[in-house]
């Protein structure tokens, strides 16, 4: 069963830095296409950014572009997200995920999310 596992975040002052880490398992984590979302208290789950299994090829919705730094270490089976300048807009939950399709049929996974709270 895949597994995904945030860990890093936690509470910072406006301004500061997080780095969030996923730990996946039960599958062939260098294969696929990762992605970190995020969800504000009263809003939808939102794309942070993704990143490619070949090559790294990055992508960032506009919040995230200058500030935001999704990374991967295949070896270690790991997606990152390294948060810099970070505002009081920024406090969600932040999940891992998985998602693809074989054939006709798709597959979504979420780890259980980690708190990051922006906050003086």
């Known amino acids: 069963q895949v597994q995904l596992v945030e860990s890093g975040g936690g509470l910072v002052q406006p301004g500061g830095s997080l780095r969030l880490s996923c730990a996946a398992s039960?599958?062939?984590?260098?294969?696929?296409?990762m992605s970190w979302y995020r969800q504000a208290p009263g809003k939808e789950r939102e794309l942070v950014a993704e990143i490619t299994s070949v090559g790294g090829i990055t992508n960032y919705s506009d919040f995230a572009k200058g500030r935001f730094t999704i990374s991967r270490d295949n070896a270690k089976n790991t997606l990152y997200l390294q948060m810099n300048s970070l505002q009081s807009e920024d406090t969600a939950v932040y999940y891992c995920?998985?998602?693809?399709?074989?054939?006709?049929?798709?597959?979504?996974?979420w780890g259980q999310g980690t708190q990051v709270t922006v906050s003086s």
């Open positions: 995920n998985l998602n693809y399709r074989l054939f006709t049929q798709k597959f979504n996974y």
């Open positions: 039960s599958f062939t984590f260098s294969s696929y296409t």
